[in-house]
């Protein structure tokens, strides 16, 4: 990272409490091959859907839902909490309510609410580690599905008990749902930062492999070409 973006992040990691968040032991969470959920909305036309899911850093989540074909859009922000505490350094405190949580919108009649969950579970975040994920800690970084409607409740219930019942993981999953009250966008330098730093060690070390275990695990929803914030 360098220039405006790096001083304004160190800056806010000193806030914090130092650079402990820069820690890079364990690298990115093992990938899982999970079977798709068999509760779901059919792919059909209509207006541009969200879905706001939270699961550790969110420079990872966005990279990875970025490359994602359908998706339009993804926004790195905050949810869980007030309005008023959705700002970086409150938030880093873990006593807002918020997690580091991405927006996504997408065409329903490219992909399904329930295969961006399976993406979700299966390369984005490990939903089997309690507040926290890699090196990062804290409930802020939880893994957490907010649910827009009763539609998207049903399905991310039905394939959390899909995936407990398969046993597709060796611990539970600790996933929260909880109802959407509200999405703030973070700050501007965390939009689509992984681009902005591809040879930041954190993003080398924790959130290129997610998007490589997109590519290797999903080839028929991975693109190339990210639909970035700054292309819209």
Known sequence: MSGKNSAAALALAALLGGLGWLALAGGAEPAVSLPAPTVDNPKQKGPLQTAVLAGGCFWGLQGVFEHVRGVHRVMAGYSGGARTTAVYQEVGSGRT???????????????????????????????????????????????????ADDSQRHIAESYIAQLGTSAAFSQPIVTQLDPLKGFYNAEDYHQDFYLKNPHYPYIVVNDLPKIHNLKQLFPDYYRDFPATVSSH
């Open 97 to 147: 309510g918020h997690a580091e949580s991405v927006q996504i919108s997408f065409d329903p009649a490219e992909v399904s609410y329930g295969e961006l969950l399976q993406i979700y579970f299966s390369v984005a975040h490990d939903p089997t580690e309690l507040n926290r994920q890699g090196p990062d800690t804290g409930s802020q970084y939880r893994s957490a599905i907010f649910y």
